[in-house]
T-cell receptor, first 114, second 116 residues
Framework: AQSVTQPDIHITVSEGASLELRCNYS??????LFWYVQSPGQGLQLLLK??????LVQGIKGFEAEFKRSQSSFNLRKPSVHWSDAAEYFC????????????FGKGTKLSVKP | GAVVSQHPSWVICKSGTSVKIECRSL??????MFWYRQFPKQSLMLMAT?????????EQGVEKDKFLINHASLTLSTLTVTSAHPEDSSFYIC????????????FGPGTRLTVL
C-alpha cells in the first residue's frame, strides 16, 4: 500500500540558514509527489509537484525538491529560510492510481529562529 | 492557480444542531471533490470523495449518516455535520480535483468547527 513518511515532526532553523525537510514514500510505480504548506488555521497551498521528467523540481517561494528513486525520497529544500516560512509542511502521494486522492505524511512543523 | 473557497471559515454551534459547510471551485468545474478532517497538530485524514451527480464514497470509519455530502453541481459540494457533538469539533478542509493531462487537487482554506 502507498504510504508517506516524514521522519521529522518538528525542525527549528535560524533565519537565513538552509533547510531540508525529508519525505520518504512507498509506491508501486513511479509516483506523483507533492509538497504542501499550511500556515496556522489555513488551508493547504501547493509548493511544488513532481509528475515526470527532471527530478529536481522548482516550486514557489524559493523551494525546490529532488526526486530520488533509489532512495524513495522527495526531500524539500530551501537555501535560505525566511521567518515567514514558519509553517507546517506536508508531503503527499496519490492513493492508488488516482492522482486526486492523496495520502499525506504526518507533517513537519518548521520553526524559524530570528 | 485554481481557486477553491469554503464557507464559513469558522462556525460555533450547540451540541445537537446541524452545520453545513460549502466548498466551491471558483474558476473551474470539478466532478470530484474531497473532504478532509484535520485534528490539532495532525495530518489530513480523508473523510469522503464527493462525486457530482452521485453518492459520495466514504472512507472506512466515517459515518455517512452523520456527515452528509451533496455534490449538486460541478462547482459546489456541501458537507453537513448532523447532530453535532463536541467530538466533531475539528478543522474541515475540502479540495476540488481539476482534471486534465495531470489531475491536480486544489484545497480550500478550511472551516474551523467548534461544537459546544
Amino acid at each position: 500500500a502507498q504510504s508517506v513518511t516524514q521522519p521529522d515532526i518538528h525542525i527549528t532553523v535560524s533565519e537565513g540558514a538552509s533547510l531540508e525537510l525529508r519525505c520518504n514514500y512507498s509506491y508501486g510505480a513511479t509516483p506523483y509527489l507533492f509538497w504542501y504548506v499550511q500556515s496556522p488555521g489555513q488551508g493547504l497551498q501547493l509548493l511544488l509537484k513532481y509528475f515526470s521528467g527532471d527530478t529536481l523540481v522548482q516550486g514557489i517561494k524559493g523551494f525546490e525538491a529532488e526526486f530520488k528513486r533509489s532512495q524513495s525520497s522527495f526531500n524539500l529544500r530551501k537555501p535560505s529560510v525566511h521567518w515567514s516560512d514558519a509553517a507546517e509542511y506536508f508531503c503527499a502521494v496519490p492513493r492508488g492510481g488516482s492522482q486526486g486522492n492523496l495520502i499525506f505524511g504526518k507533517g513537519t512543523k518548521l520553526s524559524v529562529k530570528p | 492557480g485554481a481557486v477553491v473557497s469554503q464557507h464559513p471559515s469558522w462556525v460555533i454551534c450547540k451540541s445537537g444542531t446541524s452545520v453545513k459547510i460549502e466548498c466551491r471551485s471558483l474558476d473551474f468545474q470539478a466532478t470530484t471533490m474531497f473532504w478532509y478532517r484535520q485534528f490539532p497538530k495532525q495530518s489530513l485524514m480523508l473523510m469522503a470523495t464527493s462525486n457530482e451527480g452521485s453518492k459520495a464514497t466514504y472512507e472506512q470509519g466515517v459515518e455517512k449518516d452523520k456527515f452528509l455530502i451533496n455534490h449538486a453541481s460541478l462547482t459546489l459540494s456541501t458537507l453537513t455535520v448532523t447532530s453535532a457533538h463536541p467530538e466533531d469539533s475539528s478543522f474541515y478542509i475540502c479540495s476540488a480535483l481539476r482534471t486534465g493531462y495531470y489531475n491536480e487537487q486544489f484545497f480550500g482554506p478550511g472551516t474551523r468547527l467548534t461544537v459546544l
